[in-house]
């Protein structure tokens, strides 16, 4: 599943706020030095910004939550965190 980075803030942010965290960090992304690090390295970049990273990334916990569960390796059920199942 690899490893994932990106940039949180918290709710209260103001959107225009928001708005110039997300344009820098497409602007680096987008780069040719990562862009030539990721080649050179094996990396996917995928760039989500917003909603498209949030849904990702609840996606992808819940796919982990769920393996670590049906795989006997946590013993509380993701269900009872309301975390649904992929």
């Known amino acids: 599943m690899g490893e994932s980075f990106g940039i949180m803030v918290p709710n209260d942010v103001p959107d225009d706020v928001v708005a110039t965290i997300d344009e820098a960090f ?45 795989g006997g390796e946590a013993e509380v059920s993701p269900e009872e965190f309301d975390i649904p199942q992929p």
């Open 26 to 70: 497409q602007a680096a992304v987008n780069s040719d030095s990562v862009t030539e690090f990721a080649e050179e390295n094996g990396v996917d970049i995928l760039g989500y910004g917003g909603q498209e990273a949030q849904d990702f990334l609840e996606g992808l916990g819940s796919t982990v939550m769920w393996t670590l569960y049906e």
